[in-house]
């Protein structure tokens, strides 16, 4: 008789993270697919609103309630801390705390709110180069944002009529687009232009590539 087949049995990594930060929360995080579960701070306040078991909490602890953090020690969460005075944000640690357990596409939601600097601050953190091997994607009220490099192209599920802007981050060079109502075919988008604002996907998925610098994606959902 054959020899039966060996079965595979073994659980593929998990590849995906669902980071909660601090400052508002105001979208919910998909828990369609299985996912790491990292909380920055007094987004385990969140976590724990949400009913999401978490399990990384990083940062500084200093605006996470009293119940939160007894909580996340009582139930066995792994707890990296970090003292205040330190060079790093809590949502940065809790990037690299995701990327360290296997996770190359990151889900991030909160950070609103709170000052102008802190949600640039996040904006920004999308375009940092460690993280060029990795999907990071931020979900607010207003949008989802992500970065666009070079190899790295966006590409936007979305509806017709729903906008997209481009923000360039620096200079970014041979700016292409497709699906948008305004293509840009190879061009320069330098910074502080508007050009890239408030264009309209026409087909789905839109997609969004540079050959040089970085571009932030920005699609406002008309379904949200």
Do not use: F
């Amino acid at each position: 008789m054959p020899a039966e087949e060996a079965v595979d049995t073994t659980t593929p990594p998990i590849d995906r993270a669902i980071i909660l930060a601090g400052g508002d929360l105001r979208t919910v995080p998909s828990q369609t697919l299985p996912a790491i579960v990292v909380a920055a701070d007094s987004g385990y306040d969140h976590a724990l609103d949400l009913a999401l078991p978490v399990d990384v909490l990083v940062g500084d602890m200093d605006s996470i309630s009293e119940h939160g953090l007894d909580h996340a020690r009582a139930t066995g969460v792994a707890i990296l801390a970090y003292p205040t005075s330190k060079d790093h944000t809590d949502l940065e640690l809790a990037i690299l705390a995701a990327a360290s357990k296997g996770a190359i596409h990151i889900d991030i939601h909160g950070g609103e709110g709170g000052s102008l600097g802190h949600l640039l601050g996040v904006a920004l953190e999308l375009t940092d180069g460690r993280w060029h091997a990795l999907t990071i994607r931020w979900h607010t009220d207003g949008g989802v944002a992500e970065a666009a490099r070079p190899d790295s192209p966006v590409a936007i599920h979305g509806s017709t009529g729903d906008v997209v802007s481009l923000v360039p981050v620096g200079n970014a060079d041979g700016v292409r687009t497709v699906g948008l109502a305004w293509t840009l075919a190879g061009e320069r988008l330098t910074a502080g232009t508007t050009r890239g604002l408030s264009n309209r996907i026409t087909s789905s998925p839109a997609e969004v590539s540079v050959a040089s610098g970085i571009v932030i994606v920005i699609w406002e959902s008309s379904q949200s």
